[in-house]
């Protein structure tokens, strides 16, 4: 689950934001009360997308509350709410450290300075993490004891298993350990970014104390086993019984090794979490590869943005580390329990399958499948292929550019790689075309978030083998999902294109919701090659004709679309838009969205994660409701349907409504016009719209509401009712809606805008 980058704004939101005195506090459970006059730039609009982002959060702890989700799902889900909080301090906390800093009065749009934010997100995170830990102790580690799953303390443990684990430590743990002392002739230790260490403290026979650091090795397993050669074995081989330690607090009981003649006054574990945003200086770089390699190196030296410390650590113990990392303590993160729930994910991995979801295997699409023997040229020559993962195999896309690399008429193959992963077909297809002769092009996204040091070993493997690899754009990240292959045929050539709204990842496209879409439509392929070549050369041909591409003309052709939807409402509609998206958070956008519920356009909002757009406020958003769906799968697709007065149109892409992906990144949205396509992918929305099961609704006042009916037994899991390839697709797109609710007509809205 992802967080995003701090993008710089545009001339004209920095203005705007510049004019707003900040408010000190405001709690986010309360809708703030307002009297008209309102315009649409007032803060008392919008919600904050930092606290936006913690909303989130809570809707996917949600999901390892639920008591119909299995148990190690539920395990999971906890550990992803603090994976996805380690991201959050790294890049959202950092940023808005930096700006309270350096002074920088400049508030969001919904009013809060940097310092009211990090006071609220204090708040908000510690109350999170108190209901994390308080939900592992007090319901899922006792439904984990009840199904012959186990975390033990040492203490606990019998001496045979004791012994058992004792040799464990010895032979695997402490070779590994380096424990680093601090005193006048040693420095503090470098400390680094998420690593879970132990803060020990010893004393001598002459009544000095000293200060220690042990770093728990990441390269072992977090949970070590325990096995009592007594205990008979279970008698039912589906329902094994395991019983693990936390691997600190078996270095904790083994310490006097580490310390020999030392005795142990005090140990405390702790865990550092740095500033991750990698400052490039592209206009001033010669090489962008080495530039982005010498600051993943400053990376590890960073500002740190958390210390996450036990709840009964010493205050003399707390000063060192503060003073020595350094950090403020108001920035320290008390805890009562494990620290780095994360490390949880481990138990997925136990061979429990009645504790996990029903595993399925996707579906390759019947147009695929109806002609196993035929090219998938031939078949993409025929009509336009729409595949919806993890629902629909991931297969074809690879298959796909491994026929390319095969096909002798096959002269050129050009594609861009965002997030490609460990042993990746795709780079291996491209590899092997390049082998065979043919015109093999790359864009490398370097900058990739967290996927840097990937991006780096593909883009030399690539380059090592002939591909013409390019490493991004000064100044913009590409972000755009697409592929071209060019092939002879005939007297002529044609060009194929994939686009996709996810990355060229097999593995995250069985765990992510995305969409792909083959065609060789001519429009689209030119416009591709022109996109390849302004990526590749220098190209200054007017905007493309079919694709939206960022920054050229998708912020543009949106607004248009947008516009238009707004004008056939007030000539008599009816008006409507679906928009599906991880993320709204661009003011621009927002506003013209109010604009449209202003005239009685209705407005369905799909959007995962971060919302910045308060809905149901009187006068200015009563048509707009905003659904939030968390469940098996990340939902992470992008998808923007215009009515247009019955002749429909959607477009898919990579793109969310974020001022970064509009103004400052390399993104493509792409129009899907057979009818067919059309109608399925209305099902689709349809189908996500309707979900009561999985899905939050967005109040007025920033709260998320799950639905009165999720646990009646008719209730809808979109994503369940997805896995079922032969249901019957639902007729038409349906609104989901509040009985209470009705659409405010156009002419009745009483406030400035």
């Avoid at 006097?256 to 945003?277: K, N, S």
């Avoid at 002879?488 to 709204?501: D, F």
């Amino acid at each position: 689950m992802q967080t995003s980058p701090k993008p710089e704004p545009d001339a004209h939101d920095s203005r705007e934001s510049s004019r707003l005195t900040p408010p000190v506090s405001i709690s986010i459970s309360e809708a703030s009360p307002f009297s008209p006059p309102l315009t649409l730039e007032s803060p008392e609009l919008y919600i904050n997308r930092e606290l936006s982002l913690l909303e989130f959060q809570k809707r996917v702890l949600e999901q390892a509350r639920d008591p119909e989700n299995p148990l190690l799902e539920r395990i999971k889900f906890i550990s992803i709410v603090s994976s996805n909080l380690d991201e959050f301090f790294m890049v959202r906390v950092a940023g808005l450290q930096g700006q309270a800093a350096s002074g920088m009065q400049e508030a969001a749009v919904d009013g809060l300075s940097a310092v009211a934010q990090l006071q609220l997100i204090r708040e908000e995170v510690r109350r999170l993490v108190d209901e994390m830990q308080d939900l592992l102790r007090s319901t899922l580690l006792p439904a984990l004891e009840r199904e012959g799953i186990r975390i033990s303390d040492i203490a606990s443990l019998q001496p045979e298993e004791r012994a058992v684990i004792d040799s464990y430590f010895l032979q695997h743990v402490f070779p590994v350990l380096t424990p680093l002392a601090f005193d006048p002739g040693r420095p503090f230790p470098h400390i680094s970014s998420g690593s879970l260490n132990l803060a020990v403290m010893v004393g001598d026979n002459q009544g000095t104390e000293n200060f220690a650091r042990i770093k728990v090795p990441e390269s072992l397993p977090q949970f070590v086993p325990v096995s009592n050669p007594r205990q008979p074995k279970t008698s039912n081989p589906a329902k094994p019984e395991s019983t693990f330690v936390w691997i600190e607090k078996l270095i904790n009981a083994n310490l006097h090794l580490l310390f020999p003649g030392m005795e142990i006054l005090e140990v405390y574990p702790f865990r550092v979490t740095r500033d991750a945003e990698i400052a490039v200086q592209e206009l001033e770089s010669d090489d962008l590869l080495e530039t982005v390699e010498e600051a993943m190196k400053q990376r590890r030296f960073s500002n740190v943005v958390r210390l996450q410390v036990a709840a009964d650590m010493s205050e003399k113990v707390l000063e060192i580390l503060t003073s020595n990392l350094p950090i403020d303590k108001q920035d320290v993160c008390m805890t009562n329990g494990p620290i780095g729930l994360d490390r949880l994910r481990e138990l997925c991995a136990l061979d429990r399958p009645d504790l996990k979801d029903k595993p399925f295997v996707p579906a390759i699409p019947r147009t695929f499948a109806a002609h196993p023997d035929e090219d998938i040229f031939s078949i993409i020559r025929r009509e336009d292929v729409l595949l919806h993962h993890p629902y629909d195999s991931f297969q074809p896309v690879v298959e796909f550019l491994q026929q390319a690399a095969r096909d002798p008429n096959v002269l050129a193959i050009k594609v861009t790689l965002y997030r490609v992963g460990r042993n990746s077909p795709i780079v291996a297809a491209l590899l092997d075309a390049v082998e065979r002769g043919k015109q093999v092009s790359v864009l490398v996204e370097l900058k990739a978030r967290f996927d840097e040091e990937s991006n780096i070993e593909w883009a030399r493997t690539l380059e090592d083998a002939g591909v013409h690899v390019v490493y991004g754009l000064v100044g913009l990240k590409v972000h755009s999902k697409i592929a071209l292959v060019v092939r002879r045929e005939g007297e002529g050539i044609r060009r194929y294109v994939h686009l996709g709204t996810g990355n060229y990842n097999p593995v995250t496209a069985r765990v992510y919701t995305d969409f792909g879409f083959f065609t060789c439509n001519e429009q689209i392929a030119e416009d591709a090659t022109y996109f390849f070549n302004s990526l590749t050369g220098y190209s200054k041909k007017n905007e493309p004709q079919e694709l939206l591409v960022a920054p050229v003309n998708l912020r543009k052709r949106l607004e248009a679309l947008i516009k238009r939807e707004i004008a056939l409402q007030e000539k008599g509609g009816p008006g409507h838009l679906i928009f599906k998206m991880n993320a709204l958070e661009d003011p621009k956008m927002i506003r013209l969205l109010y604009r449209a519920s202003q005239a009685g356009v209705k407005v369905d909002l799909l959007v995962r994660g971060l919302c910045c757009l308060r809905p149901a406020l009187p006068g200015f958003s009563d048509n707009i409701l905003v659904t939030s769906i968390v469940g098996r799968f990340l939902e992470h697709s992008r998808a923007y349907y215009f009515h247009n007065g019955g002749d429909e149109e959607i477009y898919l892409g990579s793109a969310d409504l974020m001022r970064r992906n509009l103004s400052h990144r390399v993104e493509i949205l792409f129009p899907v016009r057979n009818p067919k396509l059309l109608h399925r992918l209305k099902d689709i929305l349809n189908i996500q719209l309707t979900d009561k099961k999985k899905s939050h609704q967005l109040q007025a006042d920033r709260r998320y509401v799950r639905s009165a009916d999720a646990k009646q037994p008719d209730a809808i899991d979109s994503q369940l009712v997805l896995l079922t390839p032969e249901r019957e697709p639902l007729k038409v797109v349906k609104r989901l809606t509040v009985s209470s609710r009705k659409r405010r007509p156009a002419g009745q809205v009483q406030a400035k805008t």
